[in-house]
């Protein structure tokens, strides 16, 4: 069953205020079974699992927390080689995060190593 994007919104706003679903309904006048399905929906995450891509000189490395259907989509792109370099993995990442699919850290190896041994050598 399909509810209108208003619908989800209000009952959204109305749950995050603290409202019962069964005072929810009575201001929104649709059924209780309706507010409390929602409710469900909202509360429903997708399963996030990480896609770590470290470039071939092992100084970037890319995280995305994606849901496991896109997972495994960037796993079967990677073993084509249409992630083998930076600006596809980087692009690829952007695309995640404007999207609201996931999100992407992006880290420097080189200079994580560099500031390790600097604290050794002190």
Do not use: C
């Not at 919104?9 to 019962?20: I, N, Q, R, S, T």
């Not at 890319?62 to 997972?71: A, G, K, S, T």
């Amino acid at each position: 069953m399909r509810y209108s994007e208003e619908l989800i919104k209000a009952v959204k706003y109305l749950y995050e205020k603290g409202f019962k679903s069964t005072e929810i309904a009575k201001r929104l006048d649709t059924s209780p079974f309706t507010v409390r399905n929602v409710i469900s929906i909202l509360n429903k995450k997708p399963k996030m699992k990480e896609f770590v891509w470290i470039n071939q000189a092992k100084t970037i490395k890319i995280i995305l927390r994606v849901p496991e259907n896109i997972y495994r989509a960037l796993e079967r792109l990677d073993e084509d080689g249409y992630l083998s370099n930076y600006f596809q993995i980087k692009s690829v990442a952007r695309f995640i995060k404007l999207t609201g699919l996931g999100e992407y850290e992006y880290h420097e190896i080189e200079q994580q190593a560099k500031a390790t041994e600097h604290k050794k050598q002190v």
